[in-house]
């Protein structure tokens, strides 16, 4: 992970590098994309792509945490002790989804395939980058429903890990590899009550 620093001249350079590696990855894929090519796209030259990322590995997670930070930071939710948990948790999914099914998103998923069958080692990095961190949000989401006592207790981990199966099930399989169409509004908000009634069915907190 690169750390931003630098006169701002080297940052616009460094935003503009991260912008054609983010366009190039997904349309190319993760070893038909040369460092050329992003130079060529950012307008720099290749030693300037180098002297901000060490190699194309160091880019492309720099450029997969970028996109995964542009779309969770806006997508966290803080609850209060008067909060509507129902609309919140509504809410949450409804984000959650708009960011799973994003064209991006799931071309960055074919692209977590790829790099998994091989067994690189940029695939841990890369599911840190982008799972792991929409992860951690719910994980917070739910840590506050605990402390507010809008559900039962339990590791925020698991709930998570439930909520999200629940949420896209088999369809999601299918829509990665092409089987089906990315769900449709009324399907989404479908899909969404019917994991919420039955993550309540567990969490629902007993009175």
Same mark, same amino acid.
Request: glycine share 6%.
């Given at each position: 992970m690169q750390i931003n620093s630098g006169r701002p001249k080297d940052l616009e350079k460094r935003a503009k590098i991260l912008q054609a590696a983010k366009s190039i990855f #997904?349309?190319?894929?993760?070893? *038909? @994309? +040369?460092?050329?090519q992003i130079a060529k796209e *950012?307008? $720099? @030259?290749? #030693? @300037?792509v180098y002297n901000h990322f060490q190699?194309?590995? +160091?880019?492309f997670i720099c450029a997969i945490e970028e996109?995964? %930070? %542009? !779309?969770?930071? @806006?997508k966290q939710i803080e609850l209060t002790a008067d909060a509507d948990f129902k609309q919140a948790l509504v809410l949450m999914c409804q984000r959650a989804l708009s960011i799973i099914y994003l064209p991006e998103a #799931?071309? #960055?998923d074919c692209l977590l395939f790829e790099l998994a069958a091989?067994? !690189?080692p940029l695939t841990q990095q890369f599911f840190d980058a982008s799972h792991t961190r929409m992860c +951690? $949000?719910?994980?917070?989401?739910?840590?506050?429903a605990i402390a507010f006592k809008f559900i039962r207790a339990d590791e925020p981990l698991k709930q998570t890990e439930l909520m999200i199966s629940l949420m896209l099930g088999i369809r999601h399989q299918q829509v990665l590899l092409g089987l089906a169409p990315v769900p449709t509004a009324t399907e989404i908000n479908q899909m969404i %009550?019917? *994991?919420? %009634?039955i993550f309540m069915l567990k969490y629902q907190p007993i009175n």
């Open positions: #997904l349309k190319m894929g993760y070893h *038909a @994309t +040369n460092m050329n *950012a307008g $720099v @030259t290749k #030693l @300037t190699d194309k590995g +160091n880019l996109s995964c %930070e %542009e !779309s969770i930071r @806006t #799931l071309k #960055l091989e067994q !690189s +951690n $949000v719910w994980c917070d989401f739910f840590e506050q %009550e019917q *994991a919420i %009634e």
